[in-house]
Every structure is written in C-alpha cells, then in structure tokens.
C-alpha cells in the first residue's frame, strides 16, 4: 500500500501540535464526539473520581429509574452496544452498586437493579451532573431546547 508522503511543512505543522481538521472540520459527528468527550472529562473533573467511567451515570441512573431493567433494554436506552455496557454492568455489580436477578421466564437474560450503595453514589453524582448540566447551560443559553431537539432528532433520524 503505497501512501503519499508527507510534505516538510505537514510534518513540522503535526508535530508543532498544531492540527489541520481537514474535512473533519465540517462533520457534525466528529464536533459531536469533541463535544461529548470534553463534557465527560470536565464531569468526571467535577467529581474527583478519576476512576468515573464514560457512561457509568447515566446507566446507573437508567437501572435505578426502571428497576429490573434487562441489559438489552438498557442497551438500547442508553445507546451503548454489548461490547461496552457488558465490561460496564460487569463492574457496577462488582463493585455492589448493581446487583442481577433471573427472569424466570426468560433464563437467556436477568434483570438489573440498583443497590442501597448504587442509589447513594447516584445521588452523589447527580447533585455532580446538576451542577454540570448547568455549565452546559450556561454555554448554549436560549438555544437549550432547541439544542436537544436537534439532538434528540440526529438520534431518532440516524438509528
């Protein structure tokens, strides 16, 4: 595979750190996960625990608002594949802030539920992920609503 090399200023360019987007630079889906990310890093900055997991919120908050959740549902509420919720839900029940029950009726799957640990670290990040979300507030002032539209439109359109 023959790959164009670079030019002298491209690479002086790269390695000053400072980055030319390209194209990348108008896609909505790579501002999207700039965005995301940086939201998460100053969440997780917020709660001093540098062991906080993308995602790990808002699960736990989905499993205690709709106790015995299935890890399907939860998949899909929450936009995650199998491949990350499972390493997930694997240590929220490890760390007994999620514990599992068979379905009787279904023994393919279990359901989820938050424990007394669970809710307390759930209220905890949440008085966190308020005062977070009022940042973001701040940022996108007015726009809020229709923000979320937009978003919540990209989610429904894209699936």
Do not use: C
């Not at 909505?28 to 939201?39: C, K, T």
């Not at 906080?52 to 890890?71: F, V």
């Not at 759930?122 to 937009?150: C, M, Q, S, T, W």
């Amino acid at each position: 595979m023959n790959q164009a090399k670079p030019l002298k200023g491209e690479v002086e360019t790269a390695s000053t750190g400072e980055i030319v987007f390209g194209k990348l630079d108008d896609y909505i889906g790579f501002h999207l996960r700039l965005a995301q990310n940086a939201s998460f890093r100053a969440f997780q900055r917020k709660t001093g625990q540098s062991d906080l997991r993308p995602g790990w919120y808002a699960l736990l908050s989905l499993i205690n608002d709709n106790p015995g959740i299935t890890p399907m549902t939860l998949s899909r509420a929450s936009g995650r594949d199998k491949s990350t919720l499972t390493p997930l839900l694997r240590d929220m029940i490890r760390d007994g802030f999620v514990e599992k029950q068979p379905i009787a009726r279904d023994r393919r799957s279990y359901a989820l539920f938050a424990t007394a640990a669970g809710a307390a670290r759930l209220a905890e990040l949440a008085r966190h992920a308020a005062e977070h979300d009022r940042r973001l507030d701040r940022i996108v002032g007015e726009r809020k609503a229709e923000l979320l539209n937009l978003l919540r439109r990209i989610t429904a359109e894209i699936e």
